[in-house]
């Protein structure tokens, strides 16, 4: 069965609504008008679970399934805690993935990251550079499993016969990201500091690393447009990169982000903590030949983020 656009009453399943990007994913669809969307919490179906998960999806039957639910987290986040990075991770998507295929799911959109690709590929990284290198080793673990779903969907479309599809998406930022202190990424996590340091009149700001490395960012309401347009017309074993192809510095991105925040201090660099892969930019050719490009701004998806964080930031999840 090709890929073929989804109808607006098709039953799609979003593994992981609440978070960052099933969140994303949840408002972009409903906002499009998908009336069946289906959608629920770890506290009401836990994913490592393989007999809750198989029994959730033969009672619901969706059509469509898009795995939006993983352990994520920062460098620290994966260096305290590489065995539930990796055992977590492998439970949840296998047990979706296995489940989906018992259940007759016709299309299955699987997540991977660009942060799993080999930490010295050519840039910008191209999909035929999975598996070609050494990982990253701050993030190896959750590299590990992801790598692991990737081949499953492949191993599934080889022998079922079914058009499930992974995506490689860069860095996702926007509302919903996750601001705890340790656990975030590098740009919540920036944004975060640099409001504390702005509060609490502090003059000077330490970042992690040299400031060096060059990271692309992708505002959340992109990816889940460009989830869309997947699922509609991409059919092929080879995951497919979702980026915006442009990439900044983290120095850069420091200075926007004071900027954005209000912070007229001074920015120093802890190089003796990890930079991490160098450069992570993200060829695009394959979506762009879809008929697909991102269309919001780092500057604008910066300044939304942090009001978005203004208005939530005493209740925020995590
Ligand atoms: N964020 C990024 O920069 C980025 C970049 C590339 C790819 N991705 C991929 O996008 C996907 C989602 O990432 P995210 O940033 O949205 O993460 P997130 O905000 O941490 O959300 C993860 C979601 O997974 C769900 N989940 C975790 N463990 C679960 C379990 N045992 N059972 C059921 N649900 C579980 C959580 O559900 P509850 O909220 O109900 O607990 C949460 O909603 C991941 O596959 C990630 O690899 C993310």
Known sequence: ?????????????????????????????????????????????DLRDSGATAAFLDETRPDVVIDAAARVGGIAANDARPAHFLSDNLRIQLNLLDSAVSAGVRRFLFLGSSCIYPKFAEQPIRE???????LESTNEAYAIAKLAGILQVKAIRSQYGLPYISAMPSNVYGPGDNFTAGDSHVLPAMIRRFHDAVRAGVSEVTCWGTGEPRREFLHVDDLAAACHVLLDRYDDALPINVGTGVDVTIADLARLVADVVGFDGEVRWDATKPDGTPRKLLDVQRLT??????????????????????????????
Not at 4 to 9: E, F, L, W
Request: aromatic residues 12%; glycine residues 12%; positive net charge.
């Open 128 to 134: 035929e550079a999975l598996l070609g290198g050494r």
């Open 289 to 318: 030949a879809l008929g697909w490009q991102a269309a919001i701004p780092l500057s604008a998806g910066v300044k939304s983020m942090y009001e978005w964080f203004l208005d939530h930031q005493h209740d925020y999840r995590r």
């Open 1 to 45: 069965m090709a890929a073929q656009p989804i109808s607006r009453d098709a039953r799609i399943y979003i593994a992981g609504h609440r978070g960052l990007v099933g969140a994303g994913l949840w408002r972009y669809f409903t906002e499009h008008g998908f009336v069946n969307l289906i959608g629920r919490s770890s506290e009401d179906l």
